[in-house]
């Protein structure tokens, strides 16, 4: 900085650091004072002996920009580093004012973008996640939701052993769509249904007690919005191959309440089709008269998956649908 010629060292000295205090305030996340914090190699996440405590944003909010503005509250005198996977560059401050903004660049491309925040008066370090999105990609709460379920679910529901199913196959939301979840319909979907604050005495994830219900509610957000993307469904052509055997509805995991349920299906015509299974209450058999048909089956008591087997007598020609 040159300084006025009448003025002193000592004056020039103060000017100088008063700058650098305002700049601290209004920019944050600079270098003063000297050389930055190095944060530890193995950070304590998450505790709350940190001395941070975030305003904004909240745990895994999602902002379509490529910065995101924190706000914090900071022991005052100590220095802050900003560092982590989810952000484009290191960043530091010392904590002159209570509470601090602090914009951040974010790394490229969407997802979970994981911000570490240590302190320079002890080893731990707080950690807020937050979801970078764009609309012209995927939808927001879709990305949102993966977020959470790579957080709290893949590590038990990954992998060849993996209980019920694995997120390993589940990349766009067609794959959802299959069976876990029903678009426009989180009260019929088995994947909401099994989370906590979800009002179906839910418990997913097990055992994790930093589930929110404002997590639940992101994704519960993401199936109501998901029909809005959805492709419309082609009508069946029924007239265009009446040889196959193909259950129409209930489509494959429908979650249902009544235990008598309408069973529609296509059949070759003058075959006498068995309806079996450990799902069903009694196994019947009937003549497909007319493609597609439908009768009232009988499920079987108790609750969870109930599998119906169709099959043409003497033939290998079956086929399988499941109900919730």
């Given at each position: 900085m ?6 002193s060292?000592?004056?020039c ?5 008063l700058?650098?205090?305002?700049l601290t305030?209004?920019a944050?996340?600079?270098y ?7 944060p530890?190699?193995?950070?304590i996440l998450?505790t709350?002996?940190?001395g941070?405590?975030?305003?904004s944003p ?13 706000e914090m ?6 220095r802050?580093t900003?560092?982590?996977?989810g ?5 530091s ?10 914009n951040v ?18 080893n731990a370090?707080?950690t807020?996640p937050?979801v ?9 709460s879709?990305?949102?939701s993966?977020a959470?379920f790579?957080s709290?679910?893949?590590?038990c529901?990954?992998?060849?052993e993996?209980p019920i ?6 990349h766009?939301q067609e794959?959802?769509f299959?069976?876990l ?11 909401y249904q ?10 997913m994830?097990?055992?994790d007690?930093?589930w929110?219900?404002e997590?639940?509610y992101i ?8 029909h809005?993307?959805l492709?419309?469904?082609d009508p069946?052509?029924?007239q265009?191959?009446n040889t196959?055997?193909?259950?129409l ?5 429908a979650?249902?309440v009544e ?10 015509l ?5 309806i079996?299974?450990s799902?069903?209450?009694q196994?019947?058999m009937t ?5 597609p048909?439908?009768i009232a089956?009988?499920?079987?008591s ?7 087997i169709?099959n043409?007598?003497d033939?290998?020609?079956?086929a399988?649908?499941k109900?919730?």
């Open positions: 040159t300084c006025i010629k009448h003025i060292y000592r004056s000295l103060y000017f100088a650091q700058f650098l205090l305002v305030d209004v944050c996340a600079v003063v004072d000297g050389e930055p914090h190095i530890p190699e193995n950070p998450n709350v002996d940190t941070i405590e975030m305003l909240v745990p895994y909010a999602s902002t379509s920009r490529s910065s995101i503005l924190l509250h900071c022991p005052s005198g100590d802050i900003l560092y982590g996977p952000i484009k560059e290191e960043g401050f010392v904590c002159r004012n209570s509470p601090v903004q602090v660049l974010l790394s490229a491309d969407i997802g979970v973008k994981t911000i570490h925040i240590s302190t320079s008066s002890n370090a707080h807020i937050v970078r999105v764009d609309a012209e990609l995927e939808l927001p879709f990305t949102q993966k959470l790579s709290f679910c893949i590590n529901h990954s992998g060849s993996a199913f694995s997120f390993d196959d589940l766009s794959d959802f299959a069976w979840v029903r678009p426009g319909a989180p009260a019929q979907s088995p994947l099994s989370l906590q604050f979800a009002d179906f005495d839910g418990i994830p097990q055992y007690q930093r929110r219900s997590f639940t994704i519960q957000t993401w199936i109501e919005q998901s809005y993307v492709p419309p469904d069946p052509d029924h265009s191959d196959s055997l193909n259950v509805s209930p489509q494959n995991y979650a249902v235990q008598t349920i309408s069973l529609e299906f296509e059949c070759p003058s075959q006498t089709v068995k079996m299974g799902g069903v209450a196994s019947q003549i497909c008269n007319q493609s048909q439908s089956l009988e499920l079987s108790g609750l969870g998956t109930k599998e119906i169709l043409i007598t033939q290998e020609n079956n399988v649908s109900v919730v």
